[in-house]
């Protein structure tokens, strides 16, 4: 089956501008996380859904970082007044997300690169 | 809090050598371990995993031991091959989290690996 998927696969914007990320997830998988990746880093946890809920939000740099999956599938993380150091690249992942489970393997997607000037 | 410490990189082998990674963590309890892969254009996926101490995940012909006592996930092969090139990612899930909850990943070392 399809893999997470996300779009757009670039984008470039600039200061000040809002801009939307967008993840589908594996189809039901009920948890989906949103990391952050930047340059010579690795991925740092921004937000985690359980179905529509943001069950981890404690990732988020600021209130200019959002994100909503209103219907538990896919996902949007917003950012209003954009930086340049919000240059990085977005990974979105899902999971199963099964309660009795020891772990369930978070699958990612390919990221957006995202490109403020 | 948690954190994960990698070697400084790149790496770069020849065919047919042996490879260590180190990764080395901080975390309260007993975390669970992972190493994740990026090959070259593709996204990150999960190369092997151990949930307690003294546990080796292995895939791939590629191993890495739990070890508690120094706090080390380290990751070997005896033999790489041209298609090992990529970048590795030591990751932990901490001990007190659930199964869903957020990785905590090192910076990433990058493997090349020459024919």
């Known amino acids: 089956g399809a893999g997470v998927s996300q779009t757009p696969s670039n984008k470039v914007t600039e200061k000040g501008k809002y801009v939307e990320l967008r993840c589908d997830p594996i189809s039901g998988h009920t948890a989906l996380y949103w990391y952050r990746q930047s340059l010579g880093q690795g991925p740092e946890f921004l937000i985690y859904?359980?179905?529509?809920?943001?069950?981890?939000d404690s990732g988020l740099p600021n209130d200019r970082f959002f994100a909503v999956r209103p219907e538990g599938s896919v996902s949007t993380l917003k950012i209003q007044r954009t930086e340049r150091g919000d240059s990085a690249v977005y990974l979105c992942a899902s999971s199963q997300g099964l309660a009795g489970s020891s772990y369930n393997e978070q699958f990612f997607g390919p990221g957006t690169r995202l490109t403020v000037l | 809090g948690n954190s994960v410490t990698q070697m400084e990189g790149p790496v770069t082998l020849s065919e047919e050598a042996f490879l260590t990674i180190n990764c080395t963590y901080t975390?309260?309890?007993?975390?669970?371990l992972f190493w994740y892969v990026q090959y070259p254009g593709e996204g990150l996926q999960l190369l092997l995993k151990a949930t307690k101490a003294d546990d080796k995940g292995s895939n791939k012909g590629f191993e890495a031991t739990y070890r508690k006592e120094t706090t080390s996930f380290h990751l070997e092969k005896g033999s790489v091959q041209v298609s090992d090139s990529a970048v590795y990612f030591c990751a932990l899930r901490g001990f007190w989290s659930g199964a869903n909850s957020k990785l905590t990943f090192g910076k990433g070392i990058t493997l090349s690996v020459r024919p």
């Open positions: 975390a309260t309890g007993y975390p669970s």
């Open positions: 859904f359980q179905g529509t809920g943001a069950a981890d």
